[in-house]
């Protein structure tokens, strides 16, 4: 079993930064791909970013290439996600997430076996 607890979401204005993160404990941290989805309202859940166990291979979606970089620190069981220039289409609950096994469907939700809770990430115009 894995614990996932996101922080570091907040109100930021068009154009600002946020760095998310995301503390894992429970099973071997380090094991996992780990995964950032998120969730408008009235929207299904989409990824955002992954990573995998070592680190050396990252994956984003179109949407925010460029703009947000994904990072782990296994020494401190934790995952980030630093996000920039952010825009309102940004505004979302973000989830973290793990995969125990592997799977070359990093984009897929239910590729993924535990999840966080949830923070609210909101950019104002």
């Known amino acids: 079993q894995v614990q996932l607890v996101e922080s570091g979401g907040g109100l930021v204005q068009t154009g600002g930064s946020l760095r998310l993160s995301c503390a894992a404990s429970g099973r071997t941290f380090s094991n996992y791909a780990m995964g950032w989805f998120r969730q408008a309202p009235g929207k299904e859940r989409e990824f955002v970013a992954a990573?995998?166990?070592?680190?050396?291979?990252?994956y984003y979606a179109t949407s925010v290439k460029g703009r947000f970089t994904i990072s782990r620190d296994n020494a401190k069981n934790t995952v980030y996600l630093q996000m920039n220039s952010l825009k309102p289409e940004d505004t979302a609950v973000y989830y973290c997430?793990?995969?125990?096994?592997?799977?070359?469907?990093?984009?897929?939700?239910?590729?993924?076996?535990?999840w966080g809770q949830g923070t609210q990430v909101t950019v104002s115009s």
């Open positions: 997430a793990a995969q125990s096994n592997y799977s070359a469907l990093y984009y897929n939700t239910k590729e993924y076996d535990y």
């Open positions: 990573i995998r166990w070592s680190g050396r291979s990252t």
